[in-house]
Structure formats: structure tokens, C-alpha cells
């Protein structure tokens, strides 16, 4: 299985601080997207990190992936309340299926 | 901008019956996916469709399960006897194109149909 694990899996801070949850995974991708999911809601997109691509940002989000250590990150700058959510990396290894993580739950404190 | 949708939101049904989930992926999208997620359990793979027909599916998608396209718009995912397990969040998804095309690889996910099997 190439499922990601991010950790932590819980992860609380105060509004204005920075987020960072990492992903790890087994095998070799194409891409890794990350997704939020408010409690009970669906998954939004985020941003898609490329096999080939180190570092991308989107706004205050900032995704490394490091395909050596089988590895990225997601961090989320200056945080705020509405930023609470799930944060879940998927990977994508031959198109047809993601394999999602276990997710990180984040709690942003106002 | 385009978003895929899901009918119905919340689905309650007796074990043993038959439900059936609709989705209507973007329109330009050729690719399909379905996924469950048990409450406080990570998404799981279901199955993915691609020119008519299952392009793979994991062992949750068993013989209870079936997916179709049966218009220009809709997919649906059928599950023939429900069982208490089935009890589940699930999402559809679509993407326009396969990995490697930029730009056109992020899969896109429904709001969710929460069924829940009495």
C-alpha cells in the first residue's frame, strides 16, 4: 500500500501562528495533493505538488515535497479560526486512485 | 466555477435494500472516481471510470457494488444489499485528465452523500 500518514495527527495553535503537517507515503507518485475537509463537509482542493516540483505555494500555503524521503509538507502561514479543519495528503501514482492519509486535524485557537 | 455535485445529501435506508448515489461530474471531466469514508476514518478508494468502464477498483468494491454512466452527465454508484457497514460518507470525484497533463490533473470532489443503513 502507498497510503500517506500525516503527522501530527492533532495539532492546536493560536490564531496568527503558522501550521505545519507533514505526509509521508510508500511508493512513487506522480503527484500529491492536499485537501481540506471541514467536519462532516467534503474535500477541497488545496494544491497539487508535481513529482518533479520541490516547493509550491498558494497564498499562505506552502507545500515541499522531498521524493527522496518520500515526504512533503503542508504549511499554513498566519493562521486564522477559519482554518480549523482536517487536512488530509493524497497521493497519486498511476492515475486511476488517490491514496489519502489519516489526515491532521487542526484547531485554530481565536 | 464548475463543481461536481452529488444527489442525495442524506440517504437513510434499511439494511438489505438497495441505494443508489448520484453524482454529476464537471463537464469536461473524463475521469470518475468514487470514494467512502467511514465517520473518523480516512477516505478510502472505491472505484475509477474512464471511458465507460471501471478502470480499477479496490476490494471494498465487491459484488454489491456496481457503478454506471448511464447519461452524458450523471455517474452513479449503486450498492445492490446494503449492510450495516455500509453506513459511510461517500464522495464522487472527477478529473479532466490524467496524470501528466498540467493543469489538469486535480481531482475534484462532491459535497458527499452521508448514507446511513439501519
Known amino acids: 500500500s502507498q497510503q500517506g500518514e500525516e503527522d501530527p495527527q492533532a495539532l492546536s495553535i493560536q490564531e496568527g501562528e503558522n501550521a505545519t503537517m507533514n505526509c509521508s507515503y510508500k511508493?512513487?507518485?506522480?503527484?500529491l495533493q492536499w485537501y481540506r475537509q471541514n467536519s462532516g463537509r467534503g474535500l477541497v482542493h488545496l494544491i497539487l505538488?508535481?513529482?518533479?516540483?520541490r516547493e509550491k505555494h498558494s497564498g499562505r500555503l506552502r507545500v515541499t515535497l522531498d521524493t527522496s524521503k518520500k515526504s512533503s509538507s503542508l504549511l499554513i502561514t498566519a493562521s486564522r479560526a477559519a482554518d480549523t479543519a482536517s487536512y488530509f495528503c493524497?497521493?497519486?501514482?498511476?492515475?486511476?486512485?488517490?491514496?489519502f492519509g489519516t489526515g491532521t486535524s487542526l484547531t485554530v485557537i481565536p | 466555477e464548475p463543481e461536481v455535485t452529488q444527489t442525495p445529501s442524506h440517504q437513510v435506508t434499511q439494511m438489505g435494500q438497495e441505494v443508489i448515489l448520484r453524482c454529476v461530474p464537471i463537464?469536461?471531466?473524463?475521469?470518475f472516481y468514487w470514494y467512502r469514508q467511514i465517520l473518523g476514518q480516512k477516505v478510502e478508494f472505491l472505484v475509477s471510470?474512464?471511458?465507460?468502464?471501471?478502470?480499477?477498483k479496490s476490494e471494498i468494491f465487491d459484488d454489491q457494488f456496481s457503478v454506471e454512466r448511464p447519461d452524458g452527465s450523471n455517474f452513479t454508484l449503486k450498492i445492490r444489499s446494503t449492510k450495516l457497514e455500509d453506513s459511510a460518507m461517500y464522495f464522487c470525484?472527477?478529473?479532466?485528465?490524467?496524470?501528466?497533463?498540467?493543469?489538469?490533473?486535480?481531482?475534484?470532489f462532491g459535497p458527499g452523500t452521508r448514507l446511513l443503513v439501519l
Open positions: 470525484a472527477s478529473r479532466q485528465r490524467a496524470a501528466g497533463f498540467l493543469g489538469k490533473e486535480t481531482q475534484y
Open positions: 511508493t512513487s507518485i506522480n503527484n
Open positions: 505538488i508535481r513529482s518533479n516540483e
Open positions: 493524497a497521493t497519486d501514482a498511476n492515475g486511476n486512485q488517490f491514496y
Open positions: 463537464s469536461n471531466h473524463l475521469y
Open positions: 471510470f474512464y471511458n465507460n468502464e471501471i478502470s480499477e
